[in-house]
């Protein structure tokens, strides 16, 4: 399953403006540059929303910055600019580099670049040091519903399902209507073979996001891996009727062939038996 991670698109990387330092702090500390701190701010909004599209030209931006004396911000940009151009080690390397200056003395700002770092590492392959930023980030913003989903994620990469089964709890009894944290649960559920308790939780993500596809696709394997696999060919084509185009579509389309070759199969084994008996 594909975490849809919140924390580096465009719109939402520009989210961390709200939670960053206020000028007078860590952000006009590491900067010395004459632009003020709102200058500073539309900068930054600028040069993220470019990044998602253009991370090159969001580099040579990010550069340019730094030289008229854009300090953390523009190293901030440039971060951003490296995640979208897949170079994930750089980019979560340099977004905890900035944490003691762009986080000082505000947690939730420390924490949310500690998060985007985690992303960035998790990205990179190592789930390790992911875990680890989430966590400090955690111990920044203690219950945080995103961090505690990105962090069961990361576990669930490793193979730590329970853990990230314990996570996944806790963002659930903190808002009950994340559909993407049963959606988690309920492949972390599949993982340890708990088909029973996987299918209710993605019955509950059906019920805040009827129709969403990833979730019937899903259901559809549960079903499958349980043994019941015409219920599963229901599921998988009713999400390729749901979202023919998507991922999701495809991967069920896919399955239908597969089982359909499979079924094709034994049915001609069954047909040489009877010749040969």
Not at 39 to 45: C, F, G, P, T
Not at 237 to 264: K, M
Request: include cysteine; charged fraction near 25%; charge should be neutral.
């Amino acid at each position: 399953m594909t975490r849809r991670n919140p924390y580096l698109s465009a719109a939402l990387a520009l989210g961390l403006l709200a939670v960053l330092p206020a000028p007078s702090q860590a952000a006009q500390a590491a900067s010395s540059g004459p632009s003020s701190g709102l200058d500073r701010n539309r900068e930054l909004q600028a040069c993220a929303a470019k990044a998602e599209a253009n991370p090159d030209g969001a580099k040579a931006d990010a550069m340019r910055w730094q030289e008229q004396g854009g300090g953390d911000f523009a190293k901030l940009c440039y971060a951003l600019a490296q995640f979208h151009a897949g170079e994930f080690k750089a980019a979560g390397t340099q977004m905890e580099a900035l944490v003691p200056t762009l986080g000082k003395d505000d947690p939730r700002a420390a924490a949310s670049l500690l998060g985007r770092a985690g992303w960035a590492w998790l990205r990179a392959g190592d789930q390790g040091r992911a875990e680890r930023l989430y966590s400090a980030a955690l111990d920044k913003t203690p219950g945080d519903v995103d961090l505690l989903i990105d962090r069961a994620f990361a576990r669930a990469e490793g193979e730590r399902f329970w853990d990230a089964i314990t996570d996944l709890d806790a963002a659930l009894a903190r808002d009950p209507r994340r559909a993407d944290a049963y959606l988690y649960r309920a492949t972390a559920q599949k993982a340890l073979s708990n088909y029973r308790q996987a299918l209710a939780d993605i019955d509950h993500a059906l019920e805040l996001k009827p129709g969403d596809p990833e979730a019937i696709l899903l259901r559809g394997n549960v079903k499958a891996l349980g043994g019941n696999l015409p219920a599963a060919r229901d599921d998988w084509s009713l999400a390729r009727r749901v979202s023919p185009d998507s991922e999701w579509g495809r991967a069920a389309a896919d399955n239908l062939a597969r089982t359909a070759e499979l079924a094709g199969g034994a049915g001609k084994d069954k047909v040489k038996e009877k010749k040969v008996q």
